[in-house]
């Protein structure tokens, strides 16, 4: 079986054809122009992951809410539970960037960190 | 009278690169005046990954990407005011500011550099026929919304406009627990990143229509729908197309606008194409001590290469303010066919290094050739293996090129298929 993947890892947006066999095992991978995407379509067809990007609520900041970032990727059929859970999370201010908003999302191994400063009102 | 050898109006990326590199090149004295509460522009509603690929080599948010520079403008004591108004630059480089603690501010300047970013296209742009309901607004204002004030704007959404924004919008709104009926988009192309169509809208199964437009929009308060429509090749939609979708919120993504009001008022002489001045090298505009970069001076997809073109401008006004800019004569710079534009539009003769000539191309090329012309003279010839409207292309004039021009010979890009 065939794959054409469009790689996601940088702006430039390589086409990746990935080669199975019966067995469901990668044969090939071409048209990648960097190590990164030849990573990424084998984890596209094994274990597709994105990274995650949005808001915690944070008490007592200049702002209602404070952006972050998973530190790594996340399972991508994960991601609405992630989200969930992160949405139920509070942050204190003052945040500052890199700060750690929610541990181990989902039971991942990945912490949600803060992607911005917020300082307290 | 405040008195300044640089103010940069603007503190996004490209006003603070450009105040930076300046301070770099020896220029004590400078001054950003910042609109916003804070520096850092846009990015700071810019949540998401993807900045900082190209300048640092790691995949930051906008927030961090402005945050390594708010830091070296904090670290390098460069002074910049927030809730800063400029209202006018006069034709003797004097800028006038308003904010609420310094009431009216009178600055001389012995250069300007203008970086007031771009603003998106309103909905009076695009003629949309309907009602005035709550519920249309530019994809920037939901991302504001959402990222920096907390709040959902909707909850059935329909987005016009394929740009990265409206991409970017169609995955947040989704992830916040909206449902995104579709991206309609004119043309018969996506002007985003082929990545943002495959993670914003592949990966939550959001239909992208090409070639399709909002004809009408329905609701008295709130919006109830949005009627779309095919369009043909000349992009008016086809009769018996129109379909209704039901949405209680329309995104527009259509488009980005310099914002030159002190520009123009001024008198600089603008681009007809980037809608931003016409520029040297240097990126100085044809007054005299005044230089444009960022997105006021043409729209770009990359921060980074916003970094690096006001890196570019903030050394051109450090040599300005030190008399080592002198002038020369010009050679100017064409774009032909689908090469849209070129900045810088000029350069000089008397230029010491080599020019990087950033063009964009109106259509999509799959193997096509760049030629750089000069009269009869093929400068460059290369091969490139896709071409889009949506990603800036750029072309190296060597320096020993450059030389060998006539004053007023005029270099040319064109494309062919």
């Known amino acids: 079986m065939t794959k054409h993947i469009t790689c996601v890892t940088c702006p430039m947006g390589c086409g990746i054809t990935v080669e199975l066999n019966d067995s469901n095992e990668i044969v090939s991978i071409t048209g990648n122009t960097c190590k990164r995407g030849e990573v990424y379509a084998r984890n596209e067809v094994t274990n597709p992951q994105r990274s995650l990007a949005t808001t915690v609520k944070v008490n007592g900041g200049i702002h209602n809410v404070v952006p972050c970032k998973s530190a790594g990727p996340l399972p991508k059929n994960k991601i609405f539970d992630c989200m969930a859970e992160i949405n139920n999370a509070n942050a204190k201010a003052p945040i500052k960037i890199g700060d750690v908003l929610v541990e181990n999302v989902c039971g991942t191994g990945v912490n949600i960190v803060a992607t911005n400063h917020c300082p307290a009102k | ?417």
Not at chain 2, 24 to 39: F, H, N, T
Not at chain 2, 180 to 203: A, H
Not at chain 2, 270 to 296: I, M, P, Q, W
Not at chain 2, 390 to 402: A, D, F, P, Q, W
């Open chain 2, 1 to 417: 009278m405040l008195n300044y050898d640089i103010v940069v109006i603007g503190g996004g990326p490209a006003g603070m690169a450009a105040a930076l590199k300046a301070r770099e090149c020896g220029v004590e004295s400078i001054l950003i005046l910042e609109r916003a509460e804070s520096l850092g522009g846009i990015l700071e509603q810019c949540i998401h990954t993807g900045f900082g690929l190209q300048y640092f080599g790691e995949e930051l948010s906008g927030p961090e990407y402005a945050d390594r520079f708010i830091k070296q403008v904090n670290e390098q004591k460069i002074e910049y005011k927030v809730d800063t108004m400029a209202l006018q630059i006069t034709d003797d480089n004097i800028v006038y500011a308003v904010n609420k603690t310094d009431g009216l501010l009178e600055i001389q300047a012995k250069a300007i550099i203008l970086a007031m970013g771009c603003r998106e296209r309103p909905r009076g742009a695009l003629n949309i026929a309907g009602t005035r309901a709550s519920g249309i607004m530019s994809a920037g204002t939901a991302q504001k919304y959402v990222n920096i004030d907390g709040y959902m704007p909707g909850k059935k959404v329909v987005i016009l406009g394929s740009g990265d924004i409206g991409l970017i919008m169609a995955r947040r709104m989704t992830l916040e627990g909206a449902k995104v009926e579709c991206v309609c988009e004119l043309m018969p192309y996506s002007s985003g990143l082929t990545r943002n169509i495959v993670q914003c809208l592949d990966d939550f199964n959001i239909p992208l229509y090409l070639s399709t437009t909002v004809v009408d929009i329905h609701g008295k308060d709130r919006v109830t729908g949005v009627t779309i429509a095919s369009v043909d090749e000349n992009r008016r939609p086809i009769p018996g197309t129109e379909r209704y979708i039901e949405c209680d919120t329309l995104l527009l993504s259509v488009g980005l606008i310099p914002e030159n009001e002190l520009t123009r008022a001024v008198g600089i002489d603008l681009d007809r194409v980037t809608s931003g001045a016409v520029v040297d090298e240097y990126r100085e505009t044809n007054h005299k001590g005044v230089f444009a970069c960022g997105n006021v001076l043409h729209v770009h997809d990359l921060v980074d290469f916003v970094t690096l073109e006001s890196q570019t401008a903030g050394e051109g006004a450090a040599r300005y303010v030190q008399g080592k800019k002198k002038d020369s004569d010009f050679i100017t710079t064409k774009g032909v066919g689908a090469v849209r534009y070129i900045v810088p539009q000029k350069i000089n003769l008397d230029n010491e290094g080599d020019v990087k000539l950033f063009f964009r191309v109106g259509n999509t090329f799959k193997n096509a050739t760049v030629k750089v012309t000069c009269g009869d003279e093929v400068l460059i010839s290369k091969k490139r293996p896709r071409l889009a409207p949506g990603e800036m292309e750029n072309v190296i004039i060597k320096n020993s090129m450059l030389k060998s021009f006539a004053k007023d010979s005029v270099i040319e890009i064109t494309v062919e298929a």
